[in-house]
């Protein structure tokens, strides 16, 4: 839980009990488990306060809504209110019934597994829910102002969920003129009275049913109907107290540990120091959040407090890393952006549009973008998670300004050269070398940190056999700071290297082809949400066969495309076979036209039939 202080959508916050994963095709509005009725005002106060008063009620179609209402819970912070203003059951045919005081319960929410959070939570549990019955609560709420934030700033991010939105209306009002920005709200009618100090939001033509199912798991919705509200649009009015609170904490004297630790890499080369520090972090510090009432918001802790605390959230960690590397004469700025597989375009630089807290860092001449949370450190790699983003640097002279992260070219992140020698029944014996880096590098040395070695081990053979056994892996211990690369070497026995159908033993990559296939479906079920592919990359596979006759012809292909280019040479040889395959992952995501375009339909075929010319028929020698 990387994580600034996150207040979500009000609405959103509401819902929470019948909003689901957005993995989609989309789905009929006969099939909507709820229908909702939803009506809200919020008054954005002149000190940067929130109040408002939402009504929200709903009709339960299927029998699986029944499950999405069972309790509807409500987290507050403690220097927030929240009042149950109202709160009825209405069974069919009858008259609305109150919800009795027993079933509405507030009480300490638990704290998140990384940090303290003094929240309070409010519970309301209806009676005798079954098709039919309509529920309503309304809820009055004080959220207070953060500290530092001067302008006020609002999110309403309506993601599909499975309720029949049957009335929607929502007002804003506020004491200063409300600027907007907003996307995908063609359903939506956005007024705005002429003294820019009242907001209405309502649905245009009701019912309206957006709901997905059936997507693959790496797909999301990097676009849906999203309304920001706020006081102003400058990066220095929303972001400059804070940029200069930064400053004055990380300016200050560095406490005794960070200043040896700063000592310790004093002459080595820059990167070497930077890799010393980030270690120093890693190795002295945790991550965890203190979230409590303490009335900092978005400031980190202290440099003296983080270092007695010896934990910190993103923003203590990102400027405690920040102050060690400017003492260290390198120049560094905090940095506020949104952490994830994916970014949403930045509508306005308020205090809601980031999520978490990183460094800007010069080291020799190049940017790097230093994440100091996370378990694993590769000098001069951006994170994927951070990859091809909008970030708002806290400067150094106290002025906020938007850059952008790049994502980072292919390079090869995954090197195989292998041998496969059969003996009998689809058997073979096999000997492997790999070389990693990358995220995937990345991924091996957070995996032996978590689960310990045996259990990375045992994954990583099984990765090198369809059914494998007596495998043994020799590989260097994995380490917080990634090298350039990595090698494992592997030997071991393969049960199922060939598949036998009737007679005849058949080799195949089927694993290669599994994307191509993947997106084929994704087609022809009409599916609707974008692909997260991961961050740019290069694998080859230098492959021999041995053991087993292959009457196969010599066979090559080269396929180039925006997303993807293949390579395959392959021919025959005295003892077998040997291919050599390189595939560059050009693109980290693939939108919803895209796939769908001639284009992309030409590459999905043409690389399908790439992948063919590598299943080969295998006579083996008789025992």
Sequence with gaps: MHRLPFKPSLLAAS??????????ALQPIAEAPLAGDIEFSCQ??????TDCL???SF??????GREMLSRIDRSYAETDSLTVEKAEVTQPGEQPVPLDESQIDTRTAPNPDQGFLREHQTSLAFPNLRVGTRISYTLREHFAAQPLGTQFHYVFNRQPMPVRDDSFVATFTSERPIVMGQEMLDAYRVEQSADKKTVKLSLKEPPLYLNYINEADNAYLRHAPRLELGSSLDLQENLGPFAARYNEILNAALPKGAAAAVAAVQGKPVPEQVAGLMQYINDTYRYLGDWRASGRGYVPFTLEEIERNGYGDCKDLAVLLGAMLKAA???AEPTLVSRGDMARELLIPGMYAPNHAIVRAEVDGQVWWLDPTNPVFAPGRIMPDIQQRWALVLGADGQVRREDIPLEAPSDTLKVTRHEHY????????ESRVEMSNALLMDVSV?????????????????????????VLEREESTFVVPASYVVAARLSDRRALERRGGQYTYSREDLAGQWEAFAKYRSEGQM????????QIVTYDVTLSGGKIDEPAQQCKIGSPWFDIELQAEPTPDGYRYRYREAQKVSWLSHDEINSAEFGKLIDDSRRCIEKLHLAVTLPKS
Excluded: H, M, W
């Design 15 to 24: 819902i929470l009990c019948a909003a689901t994963p957005v993995f989609a």
């Design 44 to 49: 954005f106060n002149a000190d940067n306060s």
């Design 54 to 56: 939402s009504t929200y």
């Design 59 to 64: 009709t339960i179609l299927k029998p699986s």
């Design 329 to 331: 004469g390198i120049k």
């Design 423 to 430: 003996t009998q029944d689809g058997e073979a014996s096999v």
């Design 447 to 471: 995996t032996d940190r978590l689960y310990g070695r045996t259990s990375t081990d045992q994954e990583l053979c099984r990765r090198f056999a369809k059914e494998g056994s007596d495998c």
């Design 529 to 536: 949400a974008d692909l997260y592919q991961g961050e740019p």
